[in-house]
């Protein structure tokens, strides 16, 4: 009998609420002292040291040194991707979508519709822009569940819009595949591919990051670029 893996032990690193409040907060690939994670989870600063030497040993966060000063975030893509999935299934258990109901009003339309999951794109245009991607002939899937695979066609469109496909593949991730989206009911394009088409849309100036939250606009050199590729083709 093949081996289980140790789920649990994963699973257990985020059963506590301080530790998901402090794994969320750094959901946006931010780096953030022990002392702000601690107020985000609302524990003491004693308190917070112990939930995140849990999380450090057991591989779901690493640590830099700025200074005198000790900075967190999330390990990589992949454990972000996995925290990412278990929101939006604690959002879809629970039926109203309560999660949603934390998020400042002011930033809450905005939210859903641009933003970024760890290290790309999410929301309504990260779904938007995964089925245009399917549309378009770039990826193609057996079923929902399955990674995605790179065409023949979408080797030549992603190519001609910027992406290094042969860096992109080096990675030590997966290449692309469905993410689940907090917030929409179909899921948005992640791993490898996604990341490096995050990056070329910031270098070309088609998005702009917030430097605050994890959204972003979308310029209108960026909605003309993703017109001509055939990926927004009603625009």
């Not at 289980?4 to 794994?23: F, G, H, K, T």
């Not at 002392?35 to 600063?45: P, Y």
């Amino acid at each position: 009998m093949e081996e289980l893996p140790d789920i649990a032990a994963v699973a257990s690193l985020l059963s506590s609420p301080v530790r998901a409040s402090m794994a969320w907060a750094l959901i946006d690939g931010s780096k953030r002292p022990a002392g702000e994670l601690a107020a985000c989870a609302d524990v003491s600063a004693q308190a917070a040291s112990r939930h995140l030497a849990l999380m450090l040993e057991g591989g779901l966060l690493e640590v830099q040194s700025n200074g005198r000063a000790r900075e967190y975030r999330i390990a990589n893509s992949e454990v972000a991707c996995m925290i990412e999935s278990m929101a939006a299934l604690a959002a879809e258990l629970a039926a109203d979508r309560s999660l949603l109901a934390r998020l400042p009003r002011k930033n809450s339309a905005q939210f859903r519709q641009a933003r970024t999951c760890y290290d790309h794109f999410a929301g309504r245009f990260g779904v938007d822009l995964l089925q245009g991607i399917l549309s378009a002939g770039w990826l193609e899937c057996k079923d929902k569940e399955s990674e995605f695979q790179l065409t023949t066609i979408g080797t030549e469109g992603f190519t001609e819009f910027g992406l290094d496909l042969s860096h992109a593949r080096t990675q030590c991730r997966v290449f692309a595949r469905p993410c689940s989206d907090i917030t929409e009911s179909a899921p948005h394009l992640g791993g490898a591919l996604a990341a490096s088409f995050l990056d070329v849309c910031v270098n070309r100036g088609l998005v702009l990051r917030s430097r605050h939250s994890r959204t972003v606009s979308i310029t209108p050199a960026g909605w003309d670029a993703f017109r001509r590729a055939g990926l927004f083709p009603r625009l």
